[in-house]
């Protein structure tokens, strides 16, 4: 079986960090290479991308987007028959405006699959800045309900691990029972 996994978000809310997390600390995974296609200051122009498999029957193709609002024609390739979404928040308050974007135009691009027939977890990212946003003030800001949400620190790896295999879960049962998530 093959899934693919896509990191969605604002720019620099933790989508590549959090890969990166997942390809380097996680053990036990078969791990192909890590790509990453990314401007002189480390920032992604298109996507990062690693083939990832905890036995050989089920791999996931992972990929991060590109969050500059420059990129939207790139980040509506990357999303094409996708299988499952982790979408990055940042906590920062200055950045509250571009999570209620980029999640709009996520939505916008997934229409009535979002989180219906396309499973979607959240991550609150940078939990541990000073300033961070209150756990309501986001969720309630970018209007998310029924969605499975995790505070995560992407640089420590705080909460990554638990997401993705949230939203790997979610896509394998999706697979099992033939395109509806089981209730309960």
């Known amino acids: 079986m093959h899934f693919k996994i896509v990191f969605w978000g604002p720019t620099l809310s933790g989508k590549t960090t ?8 996680i053990e036990g995974l078969a791990k192909g290479g890590f790509t990453s296609v990314e ?19 089920v791999i996931f193709d992972v990929f991060t987007v590109a969050g500059q609002r420059r990129h939207r024609h790139q980040r509506r390739i990357v999303i094409q028959g996708t299988d499952g979404i982790i979408f990055v928040a940042d906590s920062v308050p200055s950045q509250q405006n571009d999570n209620v974007e980029s999640l709009n135009e996520l939505k916008q691009m997934l229409g009535d699959t979002f989180n219906n ?9 940078k939990r541990d800045e000073p300033s961070a946003l209150d756990r309501k003030v986001l969720v309630d800001s970018m209007g998310l309900k029924d969605v499975p949400i995790f505070e995560t620190i992407a640089t420590k790896g705080v909460g990554v691990r638990r997401a993705f295999q949230a939203i790997a879960r979610d896509v394998l049962l999706k697979r099992l029972y033939k395109g509806s998530l089981p209730t309960g």
């Open 117 to 125: 027939s396309i499973p979607t977890v959240v991550m609150l990212n």
């Open 39 to 57: 401007d002189p200051t480390g920032r992604t122009l298109y996507f990062d991308y690693t083939p990832l498999s905890a036995s050989g029957k």
């Open 18 to 25: 959090a890969l990166r997390w997942i390809y380097d600390n």
